[in-house]
């Protein structure tokens, strides 16, 4: 018996159902082709840095509890190191009205509180101010702020659409910051 005829007997009378059937083997080989070397690959590095967190986590915990408090102290005397006396305070100001102008942007003023914190040695300044310029110029200053080596935490940053001279479109950019000092320059 010869096959071709009835292969075209078979194509002929059911081609439609024979594409989709192609088309669906098609389709499921190019899904386990990008399961296989897309995803699974992603998979494995994500499970292996898992498997190092989880060993890291297991060896902190391994550590007796005199061990972990004076790992708590070096930590805390490394941090507190790193933090400016309070005689730096109007330098943090400078440094905030000199990133703006090199942003092209310009602050009216800065509000601030203290607040101490007296278990941990430190003062809390929270400062307030605002800049209006463009999307771009005040990106580069938020870039600026969190490349600075000073220690400053974005509480809370808010964005509102203003207008410039001739109608510019132009953003308005409210900041609340918080940054810490050492206590010993305090007076």
Do not use: C
């Not at 870039?143 to 203003?162: F, W």
């Amino acid at each position: 018996m010869n096959r071709k005829p009835v292969l075209v007997a078979v194509w002929s009378a059911h081609r439609f159902l024979l594409m989709g059937l192609a088309g669906l083997l098609g389709l499921n080989i190019l899904l386990f082709s990008l399961l296989n070397f897309g995803v699974a690959p992603k998979l494995e590095k994500t499970e292996r840095s898992l498997a190092l967190l989880q060993q890291q986590l297991r060896t902190s915990e391994a550590l007796a509890p005199q061990q972990a408090y004076e790992q708590g102290v070096k930590d805390y005397a490394s941090f507190s190191a790193l933090l400016p006396s309070l005689r730096d305070f109007s330098e943090l100001i400078g440094d905030l009205y000199v990133l703006a102008e090199q942003s092209n942007l310009e602050i009216s003023q800065i509000g601030y509180t203290q607040k101490e914190l007296p278990d941990s040695g430190l003062l809390a300044y929270a400062l307030k101010f605002s800049l209006t310029g463009t999307y771009d110029e005040l990106k580069r200053f938020i870039y600026g702020l969190e490349e600075s080596k000073r220690l400053v935490v974005i509480e809370q940053m808010t964005l509102n659409a203003a207008r410039g001279e001739e109608g510019a479109a132009l953003v308005s950019l409210s900041l609340s910051l918080t940054t810490y000092f050492g206590m010993e320059g305090k007076e």
